[in-house]
């Protein structure tokens, strides 16, 4: 069955960095768009960053632009999540979610748009 597993989560102080990993299975990945989502209780999922099938088109939320970077690994079906210059604000838990394509629009910023989901990684950032 399709899988989506997120790794690389953790513990950090602010300024520093962590980078996510979420390997697929099931799936053909390199036809899938792929985005990070994150969440924090009480709160509704809040989208972080998507990129296309090849990887020619990225996107992202205001709040982490220049400071995160969504990478992707067709050969080895894994998309990643470089975070730099954590702030407090970043902790959450960080989902990534696959869909074989966006409706066009900001679709891709939304939650609906993808039908697949992990299970999600914890980050949190001390101050």
């Known amino acids: 069955q399709v899988q989506l597993v997120e790794s690389g989560g953790g513990l950090v102080q602010a300024g520093g960095s962590l980078r996510l990993s979420c390997a697929a299975s099931g799936l053909t990945f390199s036809m899938n768009a792929m985005g990070w989502f994150r969440q924090t209780p009480g709160k509704e999922r809040e989208f972080v960053a998507a990129i296309s099938g090849t990887g020619s088109y990225t996107y992202y939320a205001d709040s982490v632009k220049g400071r995160f970077a969504v990478s992707r690994d067709n050969a080895k079906n894994t998309v990643f999540l470089q975070m730099n210059s954590l702030k407090p604000e970043d902790t959450a838990v960080y989902y990534c979610?696959?869909?074989?394509?966006?409706?066009?629009?900001?679709?891709?910023?939304?939650?609906?748009?993808?039908?697949?989901w992990g299970q999600g990684t914890q980050v949190t950032v001390s101050s």
């Open positions: 979610a696959a869909t074989h394509s966006w409706s066009g629009g900001r679709s891709y910023a939304r939650d609906s748009a993808y039908n697949t």
